[in-house]
């Protein structure tokens, strides 16, 4: 990869569209702009105007919209042209093969972010934002890549950075100017203000737990016994014939997993063997699946049949269940039943519903909403800040620079050991926004990306 090539690539999807996106970006794009028109006169700059598009042999391919951006002014922060013909996969091809026989390369994933951020455009968290916006699955995980793309993150770490800096400086001015007139060295003040960085460091932290439910959305299992309507229920959730529904137990041998939208939650919810005792081998290994995957849940929908006795609770389920994660559903309300389950986990909210009259499933939907809103704290901070596992990384190891700086103040060490403590924590806030180069993190960040980006 060379930042000196002009490279292409197709920035719509794949398939026939109304138009599609073709963007090139490199030194020789103002000079294509003039060839694929032939007309010497250059572009205005970013203004969009419908040209034909003739080929390296004079042919005309298509008719499209062109716009030019200059350097300095585009999203690369080099030379860029944006060509948008009809969106015939044929035509596109037929486009991209031209510019390529004119000397263009074609962009490899994630090289059009990565050369604004060499270019100094935004810095390494905006580009990660970047295809979390492309990726974003919920309101929530859209409004947090949004933000960092604004820059929460690169301010965050510049703010806590400058308070490093202001720490160090009245250390090296001991070390440097041990005889001036300076005022007598204390250790509360250093202690107090890195105990205060460390305390947010440690909140930042934190905040890598949110990832993965941004990422994959909150995964929420649907158990209980056989017949009690599981498969009933994820059908009603997801608003389509997901599950097989019928009233011979033990029907659903193996988990079906949905995504469903619960207000900014995006909801991944799996559907399971019923928990019962059976000597049928299709049937354990389904239950044995059950279990496996109540392990790894954020939440749990328990239902019961309300006409039926209540099940005993396996010991596996047991100790994973909580009023945090779980909500009790009893099920078939519209039936007279002489059985009742206030007992069965009763510190736990229970929803009274029928999925066959469809009574009682907003209030349940409600409710879940409710035992999320409760259960996953959001940031607090006002710039929705959410760490993935590379910020965390470098965050960490400035978190461990941070504290052994402060067990040097309390051992009253020399000044120079405190210092490189906090040029050590210093470099690793860089790592966070990119300005620590590391040719090989960015090589393996950038190769994830979507081609076009």
Same mark, same amino acid.
């Given at each position: 990869?060379?930042?000196?090539?002009?490279?292409?690539?197709?920035?719509?999807?794949?398939?026939?569209?109304?138009?599609?996106?073709?963007?090139?970006?490199?030194?020789?794009?103002?000079?294509?702009?003039?060839?694929?028109?032939?007309?010497?006169?250059?572009?205005?700059?970013?203004?969009?105007?419908?040209?034909?598009?003739?080929?390296?042999?004079?042919?005309?391919?298509?008719?499209?919209?062109?716009?030019?951006?200059?350097?300095?002014?585009?999203? @690369?922060?080099?030379?860029?042209?944006?060509?948008?013909?009809?969106?015939?996969?044929?035509?596109?091809?037929?486009?991209?093969?031209?510019?390529?026989?004119?000397?263009?390369?074609?962009?490899?994933?994630?090289?059009?972010?990565?050369?604004?951020?060499?270019?100094?455009?935004?810095?390494?968290?905006?580009?990660?934002?970047?295809?979390?916006?492309?990726?974003?699955?919920?309101?929530?995980?859209?409004?947090?890549?949004?933000?960092?793309?604004?820059?929460?993150?690169?301010?965050?770490?510049?703010?806590?950075?400058?308070?490093?800096?202001?720490?160090?400086? =009245?250390?090296?001015?001991?070390?440097?100017?041990?005889?001036?007139?300076?005022?007598?060295?204390?250790?509360?003040?250093?202690?107090?203000?890195?105990?205060?960085?460390?305390?947010?460091?440690?909140?930042?932290?934190?905040?890598?737990?949110?990832?993965?439910?941004?990422?994959?959305?909150?995964?929420?299992?649907?158990?209980?016994?056989?017949?009690?309507?599981?498969?009933?229920?994820?059908?009603?959730?997801?608003?389509?014939?997901?599950?097989?529904?019928?009233?011979?137990?033990?029907?659903?041998? =193996?988990?079906?997993?949905?995504?469903?939208?619960?207000?900014?939650?995006?909801?991944?919810?799996?559907?399971?063997?019923?928990?019962?005792?059976?000597?049928?081998?299709?049937?354990?290994?389904?239950?044995?699946? @059950?279990?496996?995957?109540?392990?790894?849940?954020?939440?749990?929908?328990?239902?019961?049949?309300?006409?039926?006795? @209540?099940?005993?609770?396996?010991?596996?389920?047991?100790? @994973?269940?909580?009023?945090?994660?779980?909500?009790?559903?009893?099920?078939?309300?519209?039936?007279?039943?002489?059985?009742?389950?206030?007992?069965?986990?009763?510190?736990?909210?229970?929803?009274?519903?029928?999925?066959?009259?469809?009574?009682?499933?907003?209030?349940?939907?409600?409710?879940?909403?409710?035992?999320?809103?409760?259960?996953?704290?959001?940031?607090?901070?006002?710039?929705?800040?959410?760490?993935?596992?590379?910020?965390?990384?470098?965050?960490?190891?400035?978190?461990?620079?941070?504290?052994?700086?402060?067990?040097?103040? =309390?051992?009253?060490?020399?000044?120079?050991?405190?210092?490189?403590?906090?040029?050590?924590?210093?470099?690793?806030?860089?790592?966070?926004?990119?300005?620590?180069?590391?040719?090989?993190?960015?090589?393996?960040?950038?190769?994830?990306?979507?081609?076009?980006?």
């Amino acid at each position: 990869m060379s930042a000196k090539d002009t490279i292409v690539a197709l920035s719509s999807p794949v398939g026939e569209s109304a138009l599609a996106i073709i963007r090139i970006t490199g030194v020789d794009s103002p000079a294509l702009g003039k060839a694929i028109r032939g007309i010497n006169s250059p572009l205005l700059p970013r203004q969009a105007v419908l040209c034909k598009y003739l080929s390296i042999k004079g042919l005309e391919i298509d008719q499209g919209v062109f716009i030019s951006y200059p350097e300095n002014r585009s999203f @690369t922060g080099e030379a860029m042209l944006e060509i948008m013909p009809h969106g015939n996969p044929l035509i596109v091809q037929n486009i991209i093969e031209d510019l390529l026989a004119r000397g263009c390369r074609m962009a490899e994933p994630g090289e059009f972010t990565k050369r604004a951020f060499l270019n100094g455009k935004m810095d390494l968290s905006q580009a990660e934002a970047v295809a979390d916006i492309i990726h974003a699955r919920s309101k929530f995980s859209l409004e947090v890549a949004r933000k960092q793309l604004n820059g929460s993150i690169g301010e965050k770490m510049s703010n806590l950075t400058d308070l490093l800096l202001a720490i160090l400086a =009245d250390i090296e001015a001991y070390i440097d100017f041990p005889d001036e007139d300076l005022p007598p060295e204390t250790q509360d003040g250093p202690r107090n203000k890195l105990n205060g960085l460390i305390m947010e460091v440690e909140a930042l932290i934190e905040t890598n737990q949110y990832a993965t439910i941004l990422n994959s959305g909150i995964k929420t299992v649907i158990i209980g016994p056989p017949n009690a309507g599981k498969s009933s229920l994820i059908n009603e959730l997801v608003g389509s014939e997901r599950a097989l529904v019928s009233s011979k137990a033990g029907t659903t041998r =193996d988990f079906i997993s949905s995504s469903i939208m619960l207000d900014d939650y995006r909801i991944e919810i799996i559907d399971t063997a019923g928990l019962h005792s059976t000597t049928d081998p299709l049937e354990k290994k389904g239950i044995e699946k @059950t279990l496996q995957l109540a392990q790894e849940a954020d939440f749990y929908l328990f239902i019961l049949d309300y006409s039926s006795p @209540t099940p005993k609770l396996p010991q596996e389920v047991g100790v @994973t269940l909580s009023p945090k994660n779980t909500i009790v559903i009893e099920n078939k309300k519209d039936l007279d039943s002489e059985f009742s389950h206030e007992k069965f986990m009763s510190d736990t909210k229970h929803c009274s519903i029928s999925l066959r009259e469809n009574i009682g499933i907003k209030d349940l939907k409600i409710a879940f909403k409710e035992l999320i809103d409760r259960s996953i704290l959001r940031p607090k901070n006002k710039d929705a800040i959410v760490l993935n596992a590379r910020h965390t990384n470098s965050l960490r190891k400035a978190l461990t620079a941070l504290k052994e700086c402060s067990e040097n103040i =309390d051992n009253q060490q020399f000044s120079e050991i405190i210092a490189q403590d906090l040029r050590n924590a210093i470099e690793n806030f860089g790592e966070v926004i990119g300005s620590v180069d590391n040719e090989a993190m960015l090589d393996k960040l950038f190769q994830n990306f979507c081609i076009g980006k």
